[in-house]
């Protein structure tokens, strides 16, 4: 059962910074895309961030130089470092994993998504 568990939301200052983790347990695929979401509500879902067991990363352009994925093989832990928040970041922030690799891959094609961690900047 595989099982993933987003943490390290809450509320910021524009300009804060905040991290995101994503604890997984039970996925065992050697070949694998990890990726960050986020919605708001009456909004469809965004790509934020994703990486790749080839260590690939492809980030959003309104978050480009700001979010950073990084992957802690170790903790199993998939992270999103967030700096120079915006009021425009405030969202529901999912984590997801993918049986394939990340190039051109769809949100449907993810396999296993987190329930979420509300994040919330204020101006």
């Known amino acids: 059962q595989v099982q993933l568990v987003e943490s390290g939301g809450g509320s910021g200052q524009a300009g804060g910074s905040l991290t995101l983790s994503c604890a997984a347990s039970g996925y065992s695929y050697s070949r694998h895309c990890w990726g960050w979401f986020r919605q708001v509500p009456g909004k469809g879902r965004e790509a934020v961030e994703d990486i790749d067991s080839e260590e690939i990363t492809s980030y959003a352009d309104n978050v480009k130089g700001r979010f950073t994925i990084s992957r802690d093989n170790a903790k199993n832990t998939l992270l999103l470092q967030m700096t120079s928040l915006k009021p425009a970041d405030t969202a529901m922030y999912y984590c997801?994993?993918?049986?394939?690799?990340?190039?051109?891959?769809?949100?449907?094609?993810?396999?296993?998504w987190g329930q979420g961690t509300q994040v919330t900047v204020a101006p």
């Open positions: 997801a994993v993918s049986h394939r690799y990340c190039s051109g891959i769809h949100d449907y094609e993810y396999n296993y």
